[in-house]
């Protein structure tokens, strides 16, 4: 095992992850994996131990704009599909080109206390091992830059098993709930992290709860 995707991974978590508030002038990520016009620029924090990549600002507004419709949709790996739930489209192409390793972006077109439900997917190389060390070391440094961490019970997508966390904070006057998984399969690691308002997060994790039962390995 090279060093290499240890500290990869380890720079994903730290994100708690790729938060995307959706788009201030109300247009909306397509389900067919077009991308609006209007792109959120991503920023950066820095870490002692990596740099992570935080949202832009929430933008205003109680809603994003016209229900999207839903729909299968091919990670940009090609190693598998999952299909959006209904409000829910791909934007991967608005979190813009410089995540490494970015995979799958899907975002709520509802907004709920000025933010988009999200799920980021970030694909690198790797093994169980690296899954449950990077694990540990995220949550200790989530916790050690005074975010309330909290346990995550396992999720099991299409035959495997994905371990992760929680983590709450607040980012422009919005309170967020972060749920951070991590699972290997095939010599790669998948990285997932479901990003909501706290006011949402039951609905969020309904949502998450559909793309992960419609999971298919390609």
């Known amino acids: 095992m090279t060093p290499r995707p240890a500290r990869f991974v380890r720079a994903a978590l730290l994100t708690a992850a790729l938060v995307l508030a959706g788009c201030g002038t109300g247009e909306q990520p397509s389900s067919d994996g077009g991308s609006s016009s209007s792109q959120p620029t991503t920023t950066t924090t820095t870490t002692t131990t990596t740099t992570a990549a935080a949202g832009p600002t929430p933008s205003a507004g109680t809603d994003a704009g016209t229900t999207l419709p839903g729909g299968e949709v091919t990670s940009r790996s090609g190693s598998y599909r999952v299909t959006a739930p209904a409000g829910w489209g791909e934007a991967t192409d608005?979190?813009?080109?410089?995540?490494?390793?970015?995979?799958?972006?899907?975002?709520?077109?509802?907004?709920?206390?000025?933010?988009?439900?999200?799920?980021?997917?970030?694909?690198?190389?790797?093994?169980?091992?690296?899954?449950?060390?990077?694990?540990?070391?995220?949550?200790?440094?989530?916790?050690?830059?005074?975010?309330?961490?909290?346990?995550?019970?396992?999720?099991?997508?299409?035959?495997?098993?994905?371990?992760?966390?929680?983590?709450?904070?607040?980012?422009?006057?919005?309170?967020?709930?972060?749920?951070?998984?991590?699972?290997?399969?095939?010599?790669?690691?998948?990285?997932?992290?479901?990003?909501?308002?706290q006011d949402d997060a039951a609905s969020a994790l309904r949502a998450f709860g559909e793309i992960t039962d419609s999971w298919k390995w390609l």
């Open 94 to 197: 608005q979190a813009g080109t410089g995540i490494s390793g970015l995979d799958l972006v899907l975002l709520s077109s509802k907004k709920v206390s000025k933010f988009s439900n999200n799920l980021v997917i970030i694909t690198t190389s790797g093994d169980a091992a690296v899954v449950e060390k990077e694990l540990d070391k995220g949550r200790s440094q989530m916790a050690s830059a005074d975010r309330e961490v909290g346990d995550a019970d396992d999720v099991q997508i299409a035959g495997v098993t994905a371990k992760g966390f929680t983590t709450k904070f607040e980012q422009k006057g919005v309170r967020i709930t972060a749920r951070s998984y991590a699972m290997a399969r095939d010599g790669k690691v998948y990285l997932l992290t479901l990003s909501s308002s």
